[in-house]
């Protein structure tokens, strides 16, 4: 169990990165969405014990995870969001590097690899050196090694970056799969990594929480104010300065529009069942800054 108490973070320059944040994280995944900018990684370094927090506590089961974050640490698979390799080693040397410094024996560290191998899909390019990987490549090597040490506490901050539909699919089931019995706190600005895995959302903006609960909570509070409407191009402005616009779609009869409105935002405007990119909307606003839920 990882909790967070009322956790700061100033940078050097004076920054304000994290402010007052609060969270408990117990088994499942927490999804953290914010904006670029609003803290996220910041956060994600601070309980992955690598930042420290400037006020605040941090325990792990308990304990100071900031005075003695060696506990944490063992129980930790992180992947930050620039994560560096080494170029001219193949994935399975790097993977075998990493191990060893986790402390793994060359027996179980052979066997967990060839598992993580197969589960991010890469056995085919496990002796090709990383130099040569894509973005994705390296991102589910990333998530490999986020797991060699079978974490209970699972820290992965935006882990789809560069992945592909297909790869986004498998590592959401990954996801789900690894998240019956350990702590998952995933970040990203794209509500669909996690509409189908988190358990809890969180939503960070300015580096505070704005929001957190249950996908089903979250949903409760844009019920009754999602709307569908098609318009001419030209009127697309207007609605766009009244309402939150969440998608936009050209049809052969005109701009097709997702809004968020608290009572109908024109007679032909049907209702919709809201999503959690409506929600992460009425949060965030269109524009990025806070907005207010009734
Ligand atoms: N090492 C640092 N020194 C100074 N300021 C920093 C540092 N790291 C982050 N910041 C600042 O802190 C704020 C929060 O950044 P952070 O990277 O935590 O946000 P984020 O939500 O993860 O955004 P992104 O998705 O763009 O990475 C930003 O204003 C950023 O410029």
């Known amino acids: ?40 990684s910041s956060l994600m370094r601070i309980c992955a014990t690598v930042t420290r927090p400037s006020s605040g506590s941090l325990l792990f089961d308990g304990a100071d995870a900031v005075a003695e974050p060696e506990p944490l640490r063992r129980a930790l698979g992180y992947l930050p969001q620039d994560f ?12 075998s590097y990493l191990a060893a410094a986790k402390g793994l024996s060359a027996r179980s560290a052979r066997a967990r690899i060839g598992e993580l191998l197969e589960t991010v899909n890469l056995t085919g390019a496990a002796r090709r050196p990383l130099g040569g990987y894509s973005g994705g490549m390296l991102r589910r090597v990333g998530i ?15 882990p ?67 709307w569908e409407l098609t318009i001419a191009p030209e009127q697309v402005p207007m609605v766009r300065a009244r309402h939150v616009v969440s998608r936009t779609l050209r049809t052969d009869t005109g701009v097709r529009l997702r809004v968020l409105a608290d009572g109908t935002p ?7 069942e809201p999503g959690l990119e409506d929600v992460y909307l009425a ?11 009734p």
């Open 283 to 293: 949060v965030v606003g269109s524009t990025g800054t806070p907005g207010e839920l």
């Open 160 to 226: 789809t970056a560069g992945l592909d539909p297909e790869e986004r699919v498998r590592f959401r089931n990954l996801l789900s799969d690894l998240a019956a019995d350990r702590t998952v706190l995933l970040s990203t600005h794209i509500v669909s990594d996690i509409e189908s895995v988190a358990s809890e959302i969180a939503v960070m903006v300015g580096g505070r929480l704005v929001r957190r609960g249950s996908p089903t909570e979250l949903l409760r509070e844009v019920s009754g104010r999602v």
């Open 84 to 95: 560096g390799v080494h170029p001219q080693l193949n994935a399975w040397e790097f993977l």
């Open 1 to 40: 169990m990882l909790e967070l108490i009322d956790i700061g973070k100033v940078y050097r320059d004076g920054r304000h990165a994290v402010s007052g944040m609060t969270l408990r994280l117990g088994p499942g995944v927490l999804g953290l969405l914010g904006p670029n900018g609003a803290g996220k």
């Open 266 to 272: 024109s007679f032909d405007a049907r209702p919709v």
């Open 144 to 158: 490999a090694q986020s797991l060699l040490a079978d974490p209970r506490v699972l820290v992965v901050d935006e």
